[in-house]
């Protein structure tokens, strides 16, 4: 089969390799989609992956074709998307069901192979079903969708709260679509670009605001009317959008922060003393699993896309083939391309 290996950072070159045997526990996916993780820039342009050479890859789904004598409940022909993380279910977090927390994991595409390729054998347990009417492109972006539906789970989410999101990436993007799937009636985007706010109100969002030309806190308080939302997201991982969602955040509300920064965070008087006045809810969240793995998350995200209540094309900016991958990589490193859920076809494009 075809694949794109990385030797080293920066480093991605098509290769012919072994198409894969599935072990008894696993299924042979032909990988009809897959697409670029925020995370897999970092790790492809700048830090490295933690093991080398390897395939990349963990946004995808495809076609069942082989199935391993020991899995139950799969036909050929099914088409699925899979959840990348291989927890141990060893560990004092798997045990409780956290699996997101797990000690000793390995995961598709930085720690194992992953769907760069034409074909991966992926653990029947890691598999979440499509309904045979959902495109491929759409399940492969059940991962970033399930992480937008985890941050959810950890804010307590209603559909009676208030929400605003900072940053509208992929998973900013599936936020806005959730919440009003949720029926939830004021959903607040905050991000730099105008067309990720075009986007945004495609998506459902009922009030935008550009923080680099206005105000965002002050927006944001004056379309609540003083009152602050219930609930805010930072899916950016900016210090500032942190900061800012903090002050956005209304009283008894909660703050959940997703997006990766790298960078510390210093709270304002103005930041520390809403915290404590309002008592506010500060939370994490990391990864999109649950108990049962791979969890609500990944059934719902699949569940919502089959009754078109997510809508993935709103994000998906660019089609390309598998072998477009070293240089669409080279683009971004060069700041040459604009761009949200790029996806790529490793068996052609989809018909």
């Not at 208030?162 to 959730?178: D, E, N, P, T």
């Not at 969240?285 to 609500?296: T, V």
Request: net charge negative; hydrophobic share 40%; with cysteine.
């Amino acid at each position: 089969m075809r694949a794109i290996q990385m030797t080293e950072v920066k480093h991605l070159q098509l290769i012919e390799t072994a198409k894969p045997a599935p072990g008894s526990d696993e299924v042979l996916l032909k990988i009809m989609a897959v697409g670029i993780c925020g995370s897999d820039i970092p790790r492809i342009l700048q830090f490295g992956s933690h093991v080398l050479p390897i395939i990349p890859g963990h946004e995808f789904a495809g076609e069942i074709v082989e199935i391993g004598s020991e899995v139950n409940g799969w036909e050929i022909g099914d088409r699925a998307c899979a959840a990348p993380l291989l927890p141990c279910h060893e560990c004092e977090w798997c045990k409780k069901g956290e699996y997101s927390l797990c000690e000793k994991y390995k995961y598709y595409g930085s720690r194992n192979d992953g769907a760069f390729a034409e074909y991966l054998a992926v653990k029947a347990e890691n598999l979440v079903k499509l309904s045979q009417d959902t495109p491929f492109d759409w399940g492969a972006t059940v991962d970033p969708a399930a992480n937008a539906i985890h941050a959810f789970l950890r804010g307590d989410v209603t559909p009676e709260d208030s929400v605003c999101v900072f940053g509208l990436g992929a998973i900013g993007l599936f936020a806005i679509q959730y919440a009003k799937a949720l029926g939830i009636k004021t959903i607040v985007a905050v991000d730099i670009d105008d067309s990720k706010l075009e986007n945004a109100v495609e998506c459902g969002a009922t009030f935008t605001v550009n923080s680099l030309k206005n105000d965002a806190v002050k927006a944001v308080l004056d379309h609540t009317n003083g009152k602050g939302v219930t609930v805010s997201f930072d899916m950016s991982g900016a210090p500032v959008a942190q900061h800012n969602a903090i002050l956005v955040t209304g009283k008894m509300g909660r703050v959940v922060f997703l997006g990766i920064s790298h960078k510390g965070l210093e709270l304002s008087e103005q930041a520390v003393d809403n915290i404590l006045r309002y008592q506010l809810a500060i939370k994490g969240s990391w990864n999109s699993f649950s108990n049962p793995f791979p969890g609500k998350e990944w059934t719902e995200a699949a569940r919502l896309m089959g009754e078109k209540k997510l809508n993935p094309d709103l994000l998906i900016s660019h089609k390309l083939l598998l072998e477009d991958v070293p240089d669409t990589f080279k683009k971004i490193d060069e700041k040459s391309i604009v761009f949200n859920k790029i996806m790529f076809y490793p068996n052609g494009f989809l018909k």
